[in-house]
């Protein structure tokens, strides 16, 4: 496993999942990261619907995790320049817009983190297998 692959794998497995890790080139982990935020937001939305505050914040802190210590952790700031910055701002507001929507039971914040997580992940998942970089997001 090269360097870009352990960080990857280090920053997925810190948010307690293996399945297909071991497998995975660092492109495959960080759609499993954003698999997992997307999953864990819809749970909070559902939950925030059926009015259950536990689960609700249990799938928040879930998802803030992912972003926080997989996502934003997995990114290569010595390589990734001015786009790394960039996402690294922008999974610190999903987190943050994460934290409040729970606070404020507002669906349009947890709408609002969904939105760009789906976006970010099809960027992610449309480079091309030939232009994808050796490390993570």
Sequence with gaps: MNVAQQRAARAYGLVGVTTGVDTA???GLVLMLFDGAIEAISRARMH???G???EKGRAVSQ?????EQGLN???DRSAGGALAATLTDLYDYIARRLLLASAGNDRGGFDEALRL???LRAAWTAIPENR???GAA
């Design 48 to 50: 925030l619907d059926a």
């Design 132 to 134: 994808r970089p050796g």
């Design 117 to 119: 997580l789906s976006e």
């Design 63 to 67: 998802a803030v995790l992912i972003v």
């Design 52 to 54: 259950k505050v536990v």
């Design 25 to 27: 080139d660092p492109h």
């Design 73 to 75: 952790a997995s990114l």
